[in-house]
């Protein structure tokens, strides 16, 4: 069995940072894709940041420039550094990877439980 346990959220002005972990336990083959995504009250969930397991990363367009993830590959685990936050970055935010639990096994895709962010402006 395979969990995503995500940590740090909380309650920040806006303009501050929080610091987002995921870690990866389980059953686990490889790690491929590893990322955050979000979901606003009353919004669908959203892409934020996604890391390949070499390190190439894609951002939302609206995190450009303010958020950073990284991944630890040894430690199964995904950052979401988040810099400048802004009321509008107030979400559940979800760890997300795509993992093999065996060499032979097709990748599924897990999803954390997710953490609450608030920006109060």
């Known amino acids: 069995q395979v969990q995503l346990v995500e940590s740090g959220g909380g309650l920040v002005q806006a303009g501050g940072s929080l610091r987002l972990s995921c870690a990866a336990s389980?059953?686990?083959?490889?790690?491929?894709?590893m990322g955050w995504y979000r979901q606003a009250p009353g919004k669908q969930r959203e892409l934020v940041a996604r890391?390949?397991?070499?390190?190439?990363?894609n951002y939302s367009d609206s995190v450009k420039g303010r958020f950073t993830i990284s991944r630890d590959n040894t430690k199964r685990t995904v950052t979401l550094q988040m810099n400048n936050l802004k009321a509008e970055d107030t979400a559940v935010y979800y760890c997300?990877?795509?993992?093999?639990?065996?060499?032979?096994?097709?990748?599924?895709?897990?999803w954390g439980k997710g953490t609450l962010v608030t920006v109060s402006s």
């Open positions: 997300n990877a795509d993992i093999a639990t065996t060499r032979f096994s097709y990748n599924i895709n897990y």
């Open positions: 389980g059953t686990i083959f490889s790690i491929s894709d």
């Open positions: 890391s390949t397991n070499g390190g190439r990363t």
